[in-house]
């Protein structure tokens, strides 16, 4: 015997149900104040008891809104923007709204343009664009076709954008290398086509200047732990001499320490380690990682916040949203040992 699926319950089953039209419960599901409180409640657990699903379509006829959030990111397979969709996720679904997510193999204009143009044909109230390079052709392709927010990119941008000041993480990763009494302070930065990491390197070299202190020459992985001991074995083979390493990030941190204990450099006594984002994992290296830490939340619920609001139609400008990173001082960082 064949097994009967259950259908869906209708907007219609469920004004039977609770006994008025199906124009009321549409008013109820849209939040319409032209609606009796006792009549509201009667719908609201008619709904409950059918386990009805309003349709979003329906809906956005309705309201005109469809309550979508469209996220355009390129490499999610790192910590970074992987958290910084994660977090933008969450902040949507508080805010009421679902979201639709876009990967680019590649980022370049004509496929953000591309994506943006994929979601818009959902419907998308708005759009969320994570843009860790030079996003400067994209906005004005973009224009007024919908609102939205940019994640990361740089203040010179001429959009809506909300960040975390790169420039000032390299900086005072590199200032507190210094008030350690480091004078050769390595950076192992990454990859060079990201505006984070050169943002992060312009910060390692303003602090070197303002103590006058050389730069060593720069290194770049691909931020990768894997290139973090690549890279980093290669100095050291190479006989670069330094007693810090400030790396881009916590993973590349995390190679640069295992090829310095391969080559028997001690961590800290030996050389000094400091990486970028604040990993969960970093608390539990050994020795544990000073690092710069971004807050990934702060960053999702800004960006929602400042979305929503072109979506209700606020003119508010290319307003720049720049929040600053801190230091975790852990146990990898300690003052220059007797070979320095």
Not at 189 to 198: K, Y
Request: hydrophobic share 40%.
């Amino acid at each position: 015997m064949s097994k009967v699926v259950p259908r869906n319950a209708t907007i219609h089953d469920v004004a039977k149900r609770a006994g008025v039209s199906y124009q009321t419960v549409s008013r109820v599901i849209n939040n319409h104040v032209s609606v009796a409180p006792a009549t509201r409640q009667r719908v609201l657990h008619a709904i409950e008891e059918l386990k009805y699903k309003p349709s979003l379509i329906a809906k956005g006829l309705v309201t005109r809104r469809s309550h979508l959030i469209g996220i355009v990111a390129s490499a999610t397979d790192q910590y970074g923007p992987a958290q910084i969709v994660q977090h933008v996720e969450q902040s949507a679904r508080l805010c009421g709204y679902d979201s639709m997510l876009t990967t680019l193999r590649r980022f370049e204009a004509a496929e953000m343009v591309q994506a943006v143009a994929r979601l818009q044909q959902f419907g998308v109230d708005g759009l969320v664009l994570l843009t860790p390079y030079d996003a400067h052709e994209v906005v004005p392709v973009i224009g007024a076709q919908v609102p939205f927010i940019l994640i990361d990119a740089t203040t010179e941008v001429d959009g809506p954008s909300v960040s975390v000041d790169q420039f000032e993480g390299g900086r005072i990763a590199t200032e507190h290398l210094i008030e350690l009494g480091h004078r050769q302070i390595l950076h192992l930065g990454g990859p060079v086509e990201w505006s984070d990491a050169d943002l992060r390197y312009r910060g390692y070299c303003a602090a070197l200047a303002a103590h006058r202190l050389p730069e060593l020459p720069r290194l770049n992985g691909d931020w990768s732990a894997q290139s973090g001991f690549n890279v980093l074995e290669a100095a050291l083979a190479g006989g670069l001499t330094f007693t810090a390493v400030f790396a881009g990030n916590d993973q590349m941190a995390l190679g640069a320490m295992s090829a310095l204990a391969r080559a028997g450099r001690r961590v800290p006594e030996d050389v000094s380690v400091v990486g970028f984002d604040g990993t969960p994992e970093s608390a539990f290296y050994q020795p544990p990682l000073t690092t710069v830490q971004q807050n990934f939340a702060q960053l999702g619920r800004k960006s929602l916040e400042e979305l929503i609001r072109r979506i209700q139609g606020q003119r508010l400008g290319a307003s720049h949203h720049v929040f600053q990173p801190h230091l975790l001082v852990r146990a990898t960082t300690v003052p220059p040992g007797p070979r320095a």
